[in-house]
T-cell receptor, first 114, second 107 residues
Framework: NAGVTQTPKFQVLKTGQSMTLQCAQDMNHNSMYWYRQDPGMGLRLIYYSASEGTTDKGEVPNGYNVSRLNKREFSLRLESAAPSQTSVYFC?????????????FGSGTQLSVL | RKEVEQDPGPFNVPEGATVAFNCTYSNSASQSFFWYRQDCRKEPKLLMSVYSSGNEDGRFTAQLNRASQYISLLIRDSKLSDSATYLCVVTPNDMRFGAGTRLTVKP
């Protein structure tokens, strides 16, 4: 059972380039999340999808777009990468929103924008 | 005001000490509360959920105070292996993390 799978694990971009971070879960979870974590800081929510077909902004959505492709997959796109988007990105899922159920995390993507 | 705020830390304590962290939240509609542990910027792992009546798991005790809108985590008899960053999480639908409190347990 793979859980939450993120790709790629590492990525270096030049300013202005675009890329998509992929996330897939095989646990039949309804809710999926994208976070970023900068050095010395906690996780900040970028976007989330409470259920298939819905997406909502989190704390720091500017510069990002998301797609809930199907129940399994939730991708994060940087249209024009900026150095301020250098960070570690975590995808997570859980069975349902608004419950006491825990998050399951992917292992993260280290992104550097030069 | 941030939605979720934690004690800034860092906390440096000797082995065997008791240490407590607090986390305040601003959204009174919050329904679910958790403490997560993170090691060296790896993915966070659930330490424990926080229930209304308070709950205990071995050396760890979590409390919720809805009137004052905060949760707490108490660690008794600290071990070297408890050294990590502790993150509180509060949610109605989205899962908002606090900035984390760094704990170092020293021999």
């Amino acid at each position: 059972n793979a859980g939450v799978t993120q790709t790629p694990k590492f990525q270096v971009l030049k300013t202005g380039q675009s890329m998509t971070l992929q996330c897939a879960q095989d646990m039949n979870h309804n809710s999926m999340y994208w976070y970023r974590q900068d050095p010395g800081m906690g996780l900040r929510l970028i976007y989330y999808s409470a259920s298939e077909g819905t997406t909502d902004k989190g704390e720091v959505p500017n510069g990002y777009n998301v797609s809930r492709l199907n129940k399994r997959e939730f991708s994060l796109r940087l249209e024009s990468a900026a150095p301020s988007q250098t960070s570690v990105y975590f995808c997570a899922s859980r069975p349902r929103a608004a419950t006491n159920e825990k998050l399951f995390f992917g292992s993260g993507t280290q992104l550097s924008v030069l | 005001r941030k939605e979720v705020e934690q004690d800034p830390g860092p906390f440096n304590v000797p082995e065997g000490a008791t240490v407590a962290f607090n986390c305040t939240y601003s959204n009174s509609a919050s329904q679910s509360f958790f403490w997560y542990r993170q090691d060296c910027r790896k993915e966070p792992k659930l330490l424990m959920s926080v229930y209304s009546s308070g709950n205990e798991d071995g050396r760890f005790t979590a409390q919720l105070n809805r009137a004052s809108q905060y949760i707490s985590l108490l660690i008794r008899d600290s071990k070297l292996s408890d050294s990590a960053t502790y993150l509180c999480v509060v949610t109605p639908n989205d899962m908002r993390f606090g900035a984390g409190t760094r704990l170092t347990v020293k021999p």
